[in-house]
C-alpha cells in the first residue's frame, strides 16, 4: 500500500470547517483513499473512502485532486466532538476483508470553543 | 445492533505470563483483524481471521497467536509477554463487500 503523509496537528475553531489534507504521491491506480478517526479511549471509526470521485457522506467530504496524489477531508461545522486523531489510510482493497489497514500517525485534529 | 465487543476492558499481566484476548465482531461480520496500538502510535495490523484461519499476518512475532471460532468471535493469545506488549489491543471486523472496519474500544494491557 501507498504510504501518506498527513499535518501532525491542526487547530480549527468550532462552527468551521476543518480540512484536513493527506499526500498520497506514489498511490497506484487500483489504490482506494480511506479515512478514520480515533476519538480519545476509543477504537478507530471508519469516515469516508473514494478512489477518485469526490465522495460525501453524513459525516464528511472527501475531495480527491484530479493526479490523485493528494486528498482532504472535509468536516463542514466542526464541533468539539470532533477533536480525535485522523488517518488517512490508502489500501487496495475495496471491501472488507483481504487486507489489514496501515496506520500512520494522522493529525491531530483540535477544536477550538 | 451490538457493535465489536472486546473483552476484558483492562489487564495487568507480569513479564512471562501468558494473556488472552476475546473479540466478539458486530453481528453479520465474518472477518476479525486485530491491532496494537502503543501511546501516541497508530495501531499496527497483527493478523486477520476468516473462515477460522489466519489469511494475513503483520509484522509481529510467533509469540502472538490466535483463533477465531465457527460463531467468528475470536481469541488473540500473546505468550512470554515483555514489557513492550504493554498496549491497547484493537479487534476489528468486518464482511465482504461491506466498505469500512468497525473497531471495538479495546483492551488495555499493562505487563509490569
Known amino acids: 500500500d501507498a504510504k501518506t503523509t498527513q499535518p501532525p496537528s491542526m487547530d480549527c475553531a468550532e462552527g468551521r470547517a476543518a480540512n484536513l489534507p493527506c499526500n498520497h504521491s506514489?498511490?497506484?491506480?487500483?489504490?482506494?483513499v480511506y479515512w478514520y478517526r480515533q476519538i480519545h479511549s476509543q477504537g478507530p471509526q471508519y469516515i469516508i473512502h473514494?478512489?477518485?470521485n469526490n465522495e460525501t457522506n453524513e459525516m464528511a467530504s472527501l475531495i480527491i485532486t484530479e493526479d490523485r496524489k493528494s486528498s482532504t477531508l472535509i468536516l463542514p461545522h466542526a464541533t468539539l466532538r470532533d477533536t480525535a486523531v485522523y488517518y488517512c489510510?490508502?489500501?487496495?482493497?475495496?471491501?472488507?476483508?483481504?487486507?489489514?489497514?496501515?496506520f500512520g500517525k494522522g493529525t491531530h485534529l483540535i477544536i477550538q470553543p | 445492533d451490538a457493535g465489536v465487543t472486546q473483552s476484558p476492558t483492562h489487564l495487568i499481566k507480569t513479564r512471562g505470563q501468558q494473556v488472552t484476548l476475546r473479540c466478539s465482531p458486530k453481528?453479520?461480520?465474518?472477518?476479525v483483524s486485530w491491532y496494537q496500538q502503543a501511546l501516541g502510535q497508530g495501531p499496527q495490523f497483527i493478523f486477520q481471521?476468516?473462515?477460522?484461519?489466519?489469511?494475513q499476518r503483520g509484522n509481529f512475532p510467533d509469540r502472538f497467536s490466535g483463533h477465531q471460532f465457527p460463531n467468528y468471535s475470536s481469541e488473540l493469545n500473546v505468550n512470554a509477554l515483555l514489557l513492550g506488549d504493554s498496549a491497547l489491543y484493537l479487534c476489528?471486523?468486518?464482511?465482504?463487500?461491506?466498505?469500512?472496519?468497525?473497531f471495538g474500544s479495546g483492551t488495555r494491557l499493562t505487563v509490569v
Open positions: 481471521y476468516y473462515e477460522e484461519e489466519e489469511r
Open positions: 506514489t498511490i497506484s491506480g487500483n489504490e482506494y
Open positions: 473514494g478512489l477518485k
Open positions: 489510510i490508502v489500501r487496495r482493497d475495496s471491501g472488507g476483508g483481504a487486507d489489514g489497514l496501515t
Open positions: 453481528s453479520g461480520h465474518d472477518t
Open positions: 476489528a471486523s468486518s464482511k465482504p463487500r461491506v466498505y469500512g472496519y468497525t
